[in-house]
């Protein structure tokens, strides 16, 4: 069986970093495309506290950017060059 493309999803968890090496050698092996997927789900809040003291953008933008970060630091850190 040969893969093209392999997603591996990642929350950032120790499990994960385990499991990362396996989906890279896989993608190595079969010379696929790894595609490193992490989902952020969106801040939700009622009606009644959406005009609460919390700046909901801000916090959106910092956990976004802590993903990127964070996923770029997987990268650098797992995947050969």
Same mark, same amino acid.
């Given at each position: 069986?040969?893969?093209? $493309?392999? @997603?591996? %999803?990642?929350?950032? +968890?120790?499990? +994960? !970093?385990?499991?990362?090496?396996?989906? /890279?050698?896989?993608?190595?092996?079969?010379?696929? !495309?790894?595609?490193? /997927?992490? /989902?952020? &789900?969106? @801040? #939700?809040?009622? =009606?009644?506290?959406?005009?609460?003291?919390?700046?909901? %953008?801000? @916090? &959106? $933008? !910092? =956990?976004?950017?802590?993903? &990127?970060? +964070?996923? $770029? $630091? #997987? /990268? &650098?850190? +797992? @995947?050969?060059?």
């Amino acid at each position: 069986m040969d893969f093209k $493309k392999i @997603i591996f %999803p990642t929350d950032f +968890s120790e499990s +994960s !970093q385990f499991a990362l090496p396996y989906a /890279v050698d896989m993608a190595l092996k079969y010379h696929a !495309q790894l595609t490193l /997927v992490h /989902v952020i &789900e969106p @801040i #939700v809040t009622p =009606v009644d506290f959406a005009w609460g003291t919390y700046n909901y %953008p801000d @916090i &959106e $933008k !910092q =956990v976004n950017t802590y993903a &990127e970060d +964070s996923l $770029k $630091k #997987v /990268v &650098e850190e +797992s @995947i050969p060059d």
